[in-house]
């Protein structure tokens, strides 16, 4: 077990970080990459813009008390380049049913953040039987002209950080190449994540999921960083207003876009109370 | 060798604050600094230029396409070519050129290349460039992650309209179309010379020796940033076993020509300094949207030692926004780069003999308008290169046969185009 500080704002604390289980699925040909870590009922999760290039603290406080299981999204880090073959919106939505399916999380909690909550959300509605308990962490998939998400794609490189998070350096954590890494290769799959986002929201980020909230039965949890500067949080009541089953919303403070990297505690106890 | 007079019709009024005040020569510049009335000048100014530069003698005269640009006024290329094919008689237009994922149906760019090349009587040369991620990806929404293979997809269409004698249907990843047939036919056959701009990757370098097509480079920093991409090249077209016919090649350069290096220094610097410093003011946010650049260039550019044989001046695998920033914006630091070569002609024909031999490129694509030059230093440029520069370096590479120029229609065959301007009879009484 590796011992690492924890958020930097509590830096007398410090959490046990330590290696999933790592395992492959196939899909679409692409060998894709599932993380198990924990026991207990299972709980999937499916992550935002950038995707997952290292286990991150708020996995480990789901995996203190449920089985969770992180299947790579096609292009995302551990997902190969699964996304070139996706050309359009049914490609993608059938694409994360088959993953969701294939890592054993069938009727299981499902977690999706940012990009992956756009889909988790498009699985929920159109197979009510794979989804027990949902809960979305500032989806994607809406657009309102008169306040539209910001574009994550057109931004200076210095910009991106304090975009992502509320506290910048939680994304150059993600980020930041480990020790021994590929120098050639890990930038690439940075980029490649975020093209596989584009390659799916290009331009607006908007999948029309509006249309199927309506067929999403499964209880939702909508949580939302206070300090969310990608996705306003009117998207919120837009999401509750629309989703069929019962929804509550839940604003993070101290959390920007990504809150589970901000603020992984109060993200992850929230999630585990709603799917308890 | 052969010289193309290339017009890229910028707006020529941008505010001396402008790079201050504004964040984007591209994709936001505001809609205020657009004066429509002072552009109906700047438009029949470039025309005219444009028409007298085959009136000088150039081998070719040539427009390309940008979108939500201050410094490229020609969103359809098309058009302008068009009125250069009444205007002018022998000249070929190049077209550089149509962005052909940006085009729904493509087989608009086959009708309108054809139409050109009709109208004409066959001298076009029909150019087809992936278009910059400003112009794709931000001002037309184009995805990036699937820019090129549509690029390439609407590519086959357009050669397959072209080529087909019969109604076809297309089933591609991306276009379905039950009833291809486009009218009118071009006049060349099987179909225009095809030329590609593109930047320094080899999965281009490959395509174009596939496909038999001429690739050009077209950068504003000048030989000696492009050397590093133009022996990339033919190292490629070695490796393939392609012959070294400079005529596989096109490159862009800006010139300023004038009776002394001084006085040449002197004309040009304005012009210059307004492009370099407004013209190529790109806000960096338009600069990497992702999947643009593919992975292996990606990786080119990372490992290439080629780039780190070029150092600084190299372009290979940076994104916009880093070669923009790099680059020399007042006079001293543009001439010392290369990327407007001044002089005498004498001078002038000295460099771009050494250039055109060095690159080994056979057509050199040349900027002869710059920035906010009017209309009468461009002229000036203009004659004195075709009058001075032009005769010493017309015979360079005459060993080579130059297989992708346009075959027009044998001039007794053309249509007889009247004395231009028409003016209504009654005006023209008074």
């Keep these: 077990m590796l011992l690492r500080p924890a958020h930097p704002s509590n830096p007398g604390v410090r959490v046990s970080v330590s290696d999933p289980e790592v395992s492959f699925v196939e899909l679409n040909g692409v060998q894709t990459r599932v993380w198990r870590k924990g026991s207990g009922p299972r709980i999937g999760f499916l992550a935002g813009l950038g995707g997952l290039p290292r286990w991150i603290p708020f996995l480990d406080r789901l995996a203190e008390t449920r089985t969770v299981i992180v299947p790579s999204l096609p292009g995302f880090p551990g997902g190969g380049r699964g ?13 994360t049913r088959r993953l969701v399916g294939l890592a054993g999380l069938d009727g299981a909690d499902l977690v999706g953040s940012s990009v992956g909550g756009a889909l988790a959300a498009e699985v929920a509605a159109l197979w009510p039987e794979a989804v027990r308990r949902l809960a979305l962490i500032a989806p994607f998939g809406l657009y309102e ?42 930038p690439i799959e940075q980029t490649r994540a975020s093209e596989a986002a584009a390659r799916f929201l290009w331009p607006l980020g908007n999948t029309r999921l509006a249309k199927r909230l309506p067929l999403i039965q499964a209880p939702t949890l909508l949580l939302w960083g206070e300090q969310d500067r990608v996705m306003p949080r009117s998207y919120a009541d837009r999401f509750a207003k629309g989703i069929a089953g019962p929804s509550e919303i839940r604003i993070i403070p101290g959390a920007g876009h990504l809150a589970e990297l901000d603020q992984p505690d109060e993200v992850a106890k929230a999630i585990l109370a709603w799917t308890a | 060798m052969k010289f193309m007079w290339f017009h890229l019709m910028p707006y020529t009024e941008l505010p001396d604050d402008f790079r201050e005040k504004h964040p984007s020569v591209w994709v936001d510049i505001h809609s205020s600094l657009f004066d429509p009335k002072r552009a109906h000048h700047m438009y029949n100014d470039f025309m005219d230029e444009l028409e007298y530069a085959a009136e000088c003698g150039f081998d070719a005269i040539c427009v390309n396409e940008h979108h939500s640009n201050g410094y490229g006024l020609m969103p359809s290329p098309n058009l302008i070519a068009t009125s250069l094919a009444r205007r002018t008689r022998e000249t070929p237009i190049c077209v550089m050129g149509n962005s052909l994922a940006l085009y729904n149906p493509p087989t608009r760019v086959a009708e309108e290349f054809a139409m050109i090349d009709v109208i004409s009587g066959g001298r076009l040369i029909a150019g087809f460039p992936v278009g910059t991620p400003m112009d794709t990806c931000f001002a037309y929404g184009q995805n990036p992650s699937m820019l090129r293979e549509r690029y390439l997809e609407a590519h086959d269409l357009v050669i397959r309209a072209w080529t087909e004698k019969d109604t076809f249907a297309f089933n591609g990843r991306f276009n379905q179309q039950r009833y291809v047939n486009i009218w ?12 590609i701009p593109g930047g320094g990757s080899v999965e281009t370098w490959r395509w174009c020796a596939e496909k038999d097509y001429v690739y050009c480079y077209l950068s504003y920093y000048g030989y000696k940033a492009g050397k590093a991409i133009m022996d990339g090249f033919w190292a490629e077209m070695d490796r393939l076993g392609k012959d070294r016919n400079p005529y596989r090649a096109g490159f862009l350069q800006f010139v300023g020509v004038a009776e002394t290096r001084e006085q040449a220094m002197e004309l040009y610097k304005e012009p210059a300094e307004y492009f370099y410093g ?114 010493k370096l017309k015979d360079l590479f005459s060993e080579w046969e130059d297989r992708w120029w346009p075959k027009p229609m044998a001039a007794a065959e053309r249509a007889v185009l009247p004395d231009f301007t028409a003016t209504p009879r009654a005006l023209a009484a008074e």
Aim: proline letters at 9%; hydrophobic letters at 40%.
């Design chain 2, 278 to 391: 407004r013209c190529l003011h790109v806000d960096g946010r338009w600069a990497t949207p992702p999947g643009y650049v593919t992975e292996a260039t990606q990786r080119a550019g990372l490992q290439s030692q080629v780039a780190k044989a070029a150092g600084s001046e190299s372009t290979l695998g940076k994104g916009t926004q880093e070669r923009f920033a790099g680059t020399a914006k007042d006079m001293q630091g543009i001439v010392d780069r290369g990327y407007v070569i001044i002089g005498s002609p004498d001078e002038v024909a000295e460099q771009l003999r050494e250039v055109a031999t060095s690159l080994n490129v056979g057509h050199f694509m040349l900027l002869l308008q710059y920035g906010n030059m009017n209309k009468e230093l461009t002229k000036y440029n203009t004659r004195l290169f075709a009058e001075k520069v032009m005769p």
């Design chain 2, 184 to 195: 009118p036919r071009p006049v060349q056959q099987p179909h225009p010379p095809v030329w």
């Design chain 1, 83 to 95: 996304h070139a073959q996706l050309d359009d919106q049914l490609d993608w939505v059938v694409a």
């Design chain 1, 145 to 186: 002209e008169a306040e539209p998400p910001a574009d994550p794609w057109a931004q200076r490189a210095d910009a991106v950080p304090a975009l992502l998070c509320a506290d910048p350096e939680n994304w150059r954590r993600l980020k930041a190449p480990p020790e021994g890494a590929n120098s050639i290769e890990w």
